[in-house]
């Protein structure tokens, strides 16, 4: 937990631009950001008795500003509640996803929040929470479409796969950590996907690259196992999932506890391995078929 964090189970007030950056963002808008950023994104804050989501990011990273209609960079010193890791819900302030399992970069949240979204009125009006975990059909394996890749994006694509982190794809090819991050971007850009497992889905539904040898067999998943995976790799909508998985944590969770029990380092790797093992067929390109090693 970040040491921001309230400790004794009350809201506190927090300033923009110390601890990080707030982007403030209407309800309609930031839910659909939020399934287009994906599953490893930073702390997201929800308030629904103002409808509006404010995008936590790292601090300094986001001058105070309006990007578009509806979503405004809040100024440093502005004082934002923090509530308790706890609170997940209720009409005021509490976490749409609590901090802890990621960063969300500005130049993915802007790019999302500047381009074009999925409108989320349709479940509002029908009397429906929008989820987070709803990809936008649009983006899903988003790839079809194969578009040419160089060189140097492939080889950090195959690191991607290969459940490399971007400090450790610096490492790798002896690039800065800075460049890595331009090249993971440049093949989000490239390929309409905008998390790092839509990456994976990209790269292996385009024929771009094959996953990563195997090593082991599939575990035993069940249906709801493998809807998480779908839903995660962008190929259907989260209405397959089970109504109990579709607010953002618990699909989260489950994504993590696939992680572990599939040996996964990442959710690109996660979906890297499940292609391998046939579980994502429609990812299965001809250059994406491989055989577990024995």
């Known amino acids: 937990m970040p040491d921001w964090m309230p400790t004794n189970g009350e809201t506190v007030r927090r300033a923009c631009g110390e601890d990080f950056d707030a982007v403030r963002v209407t309800a309609d808008l930031a839910a659909p950001a939020l ?54 819900g209720g009409r005021d302030v509490h976490w749409a996803v609590p901090p802890g399992r990621g960063v969300t970069y500005v130049e993915d949240l802007k790019r999302i929040l500047t381009g074009s979204l999925p409108p989320a009125a349709p479940a509002r009006r029908a009397g429906r929470k929008a989820s987070a975990t709803t990809p936008d059909p649009r983006r899903a394996a988003a790839a079809v479409r194969p578009r040419p890749l160089s060189p140097t994006l492939l080889k950090v694509g195959a690191l991607l796969l290969a459940g490399h982190s971007d400090t450790q794809i610096a490492k790798e090819l002896s690039r800065s950590l800075t460049t890595v991050r331009a090249h993971v971007r440049q093949i989000g850009n490239l390929l309409n996907a905008p998390n790092p497992a839509l990456k994976a889905a990209a790269l292996l539904a385009g024929g771009h690259l094959p996953p990563p040898p195997v090593q082991m067999q599939a575990p035993g998943l069940v249906p709801v196992d493998l809807a998480v995976l779908r839903v995660l790799a962008g190929i259907s909508r989260d209405a397959e999932l089970p109504v109990a998985l579709r607010p953002t944590s618990p699909f989260l969770d489950h994504v993590e506890g696939l992680r572990e029990r599939c040996a996964a380092r990442t959710d690109a790797h996660l979906i890297a391995l499940a292609t391998a093992w046939g579980l994502l067929p429609t990812l299965n390109s001809p250059a994406s078929r491989r055989e577990p090693q024995p």
């Not at 986001?62 to 578009?68: D, H, L, N, V, Y």
């Open 35 to 88: 399934a287009a950023l994906g599953p490893g994104q930073g702390p997201v804050l929800a308030n629904n008795t103002t409808k509006t989501w404010v995008f936590l990011v790292p601090p300094g990273s986001a001058p105070p500003g309006r990007w578009a209609l509806g979503v405004r960079v809040m100024p440093r010193g502005a004082a934002i509640g923090i509530p308790p890791i706890g609170r997940t």
